[in-house]
């Protein structure tokens, strides 16, 4: 990289830093916790060779649906009324032969409008999707979404996706075959190469407010990254940034002025895939320690929360220590008594 790419690189951390100190600080204050269960995220679960080996059935769209019902009616009744209404109100929609990228909840604040579509897999794993884009919808509907509502209602929303393969696999005698086991820890995979791909020049950054070879000495004692992984980390950073800033020009070229805080979001919310790791490992942990009931009450509650700390609510709301040494190797180890219990065989490393 030449000296202007450099400039040019920092230019970028310092528009997206902004974005985030007040969008996502909690991303900011905790660069290396991220990166280092990111780490440990890709250390355990790669060498498993885990694959989705689903078969795809003729599961119709209601009979997803119907399963769905019984799970919502499973863990609180109370949430049956809303759930029939998003079939009868256009809510809800199934995206055959993958015409969505992915399954998703949305919400229009301005007119007050929500949208849930569920890209159909043709096997058990939808129903765990539905029950995952429904509980977003539960406690979506606001204006007003500060940090830790996201990674909360990301937290929410894979546990009782967890639950729900445990429900169809304990109760419904579901095939272990009929449904992706695996899907939720493969998708956290893939958000943690992501995440590690690109979250240490911003670490470098936040360290020494700004990227640059001449620095690589000072962090030799703390990272050890050679100086050529140094140089592609930030090479990969700046033709993401130079992407996503030529997406966003392209997609305003109407607009008479640049919004720059609009640009610089846009640019920050790359890193909310940190988010899924998080609430992944949170899900995890929930599953083998929190029960459903307690859940549903800290679900019920999010949007009326004053506290903004999202270790301190953890801890007050639900007795879960995020500062207690290791507290990352207690939800690996949930995940393995997961994998262990409803997962395939895996492959030899």
Known sequence: MTEEQYQKLNRYLNDCFQALEVNDSFFLRNLKYICYISDCFIEKVGPLQLEDQSIQNHLSFQDVYLLAREMIEYINPSYLKQFDTILNDGTLDFGYEHEYYDS???????????????????????VPALIHEFFHLLNGNVKD???????????????????????????????????????RILTTLKSCKIVNRYIMPFIFYEELGEVHPKNIALLQHEFSIPEKQYVQCCKDLLQHFERWDHEYNQS????????????????????????????????????????????????DQINAFKC??????LKQQLGIDMNVERFSDVCFTSMDAFIKKYGKKEKNK
């Open 104 to 126: 998703y909840y949305t919400f229009n604040s301005d007119i007050e409008q929500s949208e849930i579509n569920i890209n159909r897999e043709f096997h058990y794993g939808d």
């Open 252 to 299: 305003h070229l109407q607009d008479e002025s640049v919004d720059y805080q609009s640009r610089n979001d846009y640019f920050a919310q790359f890193f909310h895939e940190y988010r899924y790791i998080l609430g992944t490992l949170l899900a995890f942990y929930a599953t083998q320690h929190i029960s459903i009931p307690t859940m549903i009450a800290f679900n």
């Open 308 to 313: 903004t700390n999202i270790i301190d609510l």
């Open 145 to 183: 979404k500060s940090i830790y509502r996201y990674l909360f209602t990301e937290f929410i929303s894979i546990y009782f996706e967890i639950q729900t393969i445990s429900y169809l696999m304990d109760i419904k005698q579901i095939p272990k075959e009929e449904i992706n086991v695996y899907d």
